[in-house]
């Protein structure tokens, strides 16, 4: 489907950003780019510092901030806040704050937020030269939170981008392997009714979810792969691959794979996955604050972020998590020409 939507399905205004970020050597935008995403990252939300007549202005001058450190070596990106849009604007439907889940305990200095500016790249250091020059640009803007993120053992395989979460887990198996699988889950078309300026765009969530991994770590490996699902290699407990869907239907009381596994909750057709696509990184504030900042894209976050997310209640990995933080995050199209097709 995903190669069928084409420039068409996105609309006059997707096209023509998408068209542009091509004609400028950007293949994807910058938070779909490559299988894998950049090793580091920092995440900063911000607030605006300024009246709300001078919005539009503030979020032109974050769109080029945000532009003249995106290339080479590293991939960077804005996404508005529900409360980030003039008053005038049309807001993307879906757009609103995160709301608290089941469990969650959020902090409300580390959620939400006007602007989330999302840089990645390939060192520590070049995260924070990026975000330093981009901030410097933005002295209308304050810092309401930020978190610096990093993907161990980050790698390609089979054509998926996987990285070794606190739990010493592999994640990312569930996202697409092809570019055309990331664009149809991730990116908004024409046919959804949308505002015209944010066809092309995708709604970002971010999850502060802080892990007991030294309660996690006395459990046997055995009884971590019950939680999870998988095996730590990534094989299914069936013993299927991991580059093949399990027999979930052959397992209907779940003797193999437990029916409030995280794999079988969030997912228990897998000849459906949900249409998100997640690109996720490790925090460690401090030994006893460390987790996931959990990121995904999608173009409809009912179906996909929420709906996983409601199916997850009650799974056996609660006891170990706590989400503290994050928000919900509007990515425009490539380029700027969504700015004036909002204004």
Known sequence: ??????????????????????????????????????????????????????????????????????????????????????????????????????????????????????????????????????????????????????????????????????????????????????????????????PDWAVGGSYQVVRIIRLATDFWDRDTVHEQERVIGRRRDGRWLDGTPSTEQPAFAADPAGKITPLDSHVRKAAPDRRHPPPLVRRGYNYQRSTDDQGLIFSCFQRDLEKGFEAVQHRLQGEAMTKYTLTTGGGYFFVPPPGDSWLTALL
């Not at 050597?25 to 779909?32: E, W």
């Not at 001078?54 to 450190?69: I, K, P, S, Y």
């Not at 053992?153 to 592999?170: C, D």
Request: overall charge negative; glycine content about 12%.
């Open 1 to 194: 489907m995903a190669a069928a939507i084409g420039i068409a399905g996105l609309g006059a205004v997707g096209a023509a950003a998408l068209k542009g970020a091509s004609e400028h050597g950007t293949q994807a935008p910058a938070h779909l780019r490559g299988a894998a995403p950049l090793p580091y990252a920092r995440v900063i939300s911000l607030n605006l510092a300024i009246d709300e007549k001078h919005r539009a202005d503030a979020l032109g001058a974050a769109c080029r901030a945000v532009a003249a450190v995106d290339g080479g070596q590293t991939a960077a990106w804005m996404a508005i806040g529900a409360d980030g849009l003039p008053q005038s604007a049309i807001i993307p439907r879906q757009l609103k704050r995160m709301p608290s889940f089941a469990g969650d305990l959020l902090d409300s200095s580390s959620s939400h937020g006007d602007l989330l500016i999302h840089i990645t790249a390939a060192s520590a250091r070049a995260v924070s030269d990026a975000a330093g020059q981009a901030l410097r640009a933005l002295p209308q803007w304050d810092v309401r939170w930020h978190l610096d993120g990093h993907r161990p053992e980050n790698h390609v395989e089979h054509g998926k981008g996987l990285a070794r979460n606190p739990f010493h887990f592999a994640e990312g198996y569930g996202n697409p392997d092809t570019t055309a699988g990331i664009t149809e889950r991730a990116v908004v078309t024409a046919d959804q009714g949308e």
